[in-house]
């Protein structure tokens, strides 16, 4: 069972991910409203697209942090997770479509399972969907960042 501790480890990796950061290391609001993006207007990595009744470029950053607690961390189970698992079930709804998100943890043993299955829906992603090429190498540190910090986490916990 992950802990609230877990949690906001959580929340900050995958937040650097879905705002990026400042030269002070401070984050970035995130705002982003890309035509080719496929989650739409998004702030915080919080989407209009999921969340079509809020004011997405008005959302704070703490009204962010509780929809990531209740609609992705306690929703979808995280928080009934083991360490680093829990990591990719979060940041897995947060970056995914839920249908996608499903399809990708289904019958996972483990995270390195996530991680190399959600390698190779981002390839076939580009694949199908040229538009989206200009996000690989993006997608691609972002899962790299996630095993390596899986794999530090395992390491200092003993597994």
């Known amino acids: 069972m992950a802990s609230e501790s877990e949690f906001l480890k959580c929340l900050e990796f995958t ?12 984050l970035k609001d995130g705002y982003i409203n890309d035509p080719d993006d496929l989650g739409g207007e ?7 697209r999921r969340y079509p009744h ?10 962010a942090i509780e929809i990531y607690r209740r609609d992705f961390w306690v929703e979808f189970g995280a928080d009934k997770a083991s360490m680093p698992f829990a990591l990719c079930i979060f940041d897995i709804y ?3 479509s839920i249908p996608t998100a499903k399809m990708l943890l289904r019958d996972a043993a483990d995270w390195r399972t996530v991680i190399i299955r959600r390698k190779k829906f981002r390839a076939n992603r580009v694949r199908f969907n040229p538009t989206q090429e200009k996000f690989l190498k993006g997608w691609l540190a972002r899962d790299n960042d996630l095993h390596k910090f899986c794999t530090i986490w395992e390491n200092d916990h003993d597994g």
């Open 15 to 26: 937040l650097g991910w879905e705002c990026g950061r400042n030269k002070d290391g401070s």
């Open 42 to 48: 998004t702030k915080y990595g919080i989407s209009k």
């Open 54 to 63: 809020i004011d997405i470029k008005s959302l704070t950053l703490a009204e």
């Open 94 to 96: 947060v970056n995914h």
